[in-house]
């Protein structure tokens, strides 16, 4: 950890998936969901602490049975219009009262985003620390076709570019690079986290921490689901923490 900074990492898992029921514990390459983004955390020594936030039992025991501690995430930060940041920042607040000492940074790992490798950890809060300005650092990759491409459709029916001046553009090799955010990371500064802040998007100075798109699998829906299952089985996305607990996938 750059100049012995703290890491807070806060597993969020709602226990009300609408469009997979159950995902978080669902099992995928030989665990359930949410543990692969638990073992990974214990991978990573820059992580001082990883917690669970969530409002359902049964997450909270699998959670619990894979060595996380677990915060009970009260009903108003547990709907589906719930933003992210005070969720972060409950489980923040709840840790430090507990520890009786500050947090420098928190990081969010999405348990349905397991793609990310501890080398992500130490890049990303390396240059974090390096840039003071900066409120945050988030994982991206460049998406396989170019939203220079896409389209919206007017009232009237017809087409309409979703990118202004993206008729302008012929070729493939013209085209700007563009980034996606993929879930795959999130990291704050602490001080940041407990401003009260909701949105961290419009108006935040946030760096870029790219991955390859191949890693950035994000799991919602079922075909999603399968997807990664075969990403694993083929070897195109590898889990380190798996060799140690000699799960198969």
Request: aromatic content about 6%; charged content about 25%; glycine content about 8%.
């Given at each position: ?5 703290r ?18 514990i ?5 665990l ?17 602490r ?14 619990r ?11 108003e ?7 992210v940041l ?7 607040q ?7 000492r ?7 790992l ?21 840039v ?5 650092i988030?994982?991206?990759?460049e998406?396989?076709f ?5 389209c ?8 309409q ?17 563009v ?20 949105q ?12 390859p ?7 919602d829906t ?15 996305v590898?889990f ?5 607990e000699?799960?198969?996938g």
């Open positions: 950890m750059p100049g012995d900074r890491l807070l990492a806060v597993i969020p898992a709602r226990g009300g998936s609408k469009g997979l029921p159950g995902k978080n669902r099992p995928f390459a030989g359930p969901l949410i543990a692969h983004s638990i073992l990974f955390a214990r991978l990573c020594p820059e992580i001082d990883c917690v669970v936030s969530t409002d359902s039992d049964e997450i909270a025991a699998v959670a049975e894979f060595g996380a501690t677990v915060i009970r995430r009260p009903a930060l547990a709907t589906d219009e719930a933003p005070p969720v972060l920042t409950h489980a923040l709840h840790v430090e009262a507990e520890e009786g500050p947090y420098d940074y928190v990081a969010l999405d348990p349905t985003s397991p793609g990310r490798l501890p080398e992500d950890i130490t890049t990303a809060l390396s240059r974090l620390h390096a003071p300005a900066a409120n945050g988030i994982g991206v990759s998406p396989e170019n939203p220079i491409w896409h919206v459709v007017e009232r009237n029916g017809r087409m570019d979703f990118v202004a001046d993206g008729a302008d553009f012929v070729r493939r090799q013209d085209v700007p690079t980034y996606r955010i993929n879930a795959i990371l999130y990291i704050w500064r602490a001080a940041f986290t407990r401003s009260g802040e909701i961290w998007r419009r108006g935040k100075e946030n760096l870029l921490h790219e991955v798109d191949s890693r950035a699998i994000h799991i079922i075909e999603e689901f399968q997807r990664a299952e075969l990403l694993v089985s083929a070897g195109l590898t380190p923490w798996l060799r140690r000699g799960a198969g």
